[in-house]
Nanobody, 131 residues
Framework: QVHLVESGGGLVQAGGSLRLSCVAS????????MGWFRQAPGKEREFVAA?????????????YYADSVKLRFTISRDNAENTVYLQMNSLKPEDTAVYYC???????????????????WGQGTQVTVSS
C-alpha cells in the first residue's frame, strides 16, 4: 500500500508558475507509476500527466501529458526521495482545480493515463489561477 501527500498548491496570477510535489510512503520498494489528475468545480476529474517508474529516460519508460498542458507542464520524479513533481508554467485560469497525485504498481516502464487504473490517491491540493 502507498500513502500519498501532495503540497505546493496556491494562488497565482495567469502566466505564473507553481510546482506541486507528491511524497509517497509505505510500500515504495516496488515499482509504481504515478500520475497527476485534476478536478475543477462542477467538472469530471481529468488526466494531467503521468510517468513510469523509470521516468521516461533513455532507459525506457514514458511520460504522458494531456493536450491542454503539453509544453507548459512537466512531470518528473525522484525515486530516491519517493517524490513526484509537477512543474506548471504559463498557468491559465482554466488550470484552476484541485490537483491529485495517484499511484499504481506497474512494471518499471509501465504508465497509465486512465484514472481507473490507479489504486492510491492523495488528498489533493488546490491550485487557483487568477486572470
Amino acid at each position: 500500500q502507498v500513502h500519498l501527500v501532495e503540497s505546493g498548491g496556491g494562488l497565482v496570477q495567469a502566466g505564473g508558475s507553481l510546482r506541486l510535489s507528491c511524497v509517497a510512503s509505505g510500500r515504495t520498494s516496488s515499482s509504481y507509476a504515478m500520475g497527476w489528475f485534476r478536478q475543477a468545480p462542477g467538472k469530471e476529474r481529468e488526466f494531467v500527466a503521468a510517468t513510469s517508474w523509470s521516468g521516461g529516460t533513455w532507459r525506457g519508460g514514458a511520460t504522458y501529458y494531456a493536450d491542454s498542458v503539453k509544453l507548459r507542464f512537466t512531470i518528473s520524479r525522484d525515486n530516491a526521495e519517493n517524490t513526484v513533481y509537477l512543474q506548471m508554467n504559463s498557468l491559465k485560469p482554466e488550470d484552476t482545480a484541485v490537483y491529485y497525485c495517484a499511484a499504481t504498481y506497474l512494471h518499471p516502464d509501465g504508465v497509465a493515463t486512465d484514472g481507473r487504473k490507479y489504486d492510491y490517491w492523495g488528498q489533493g491540493t488546490q491550485v487557483t489561477v487568477s486572470s
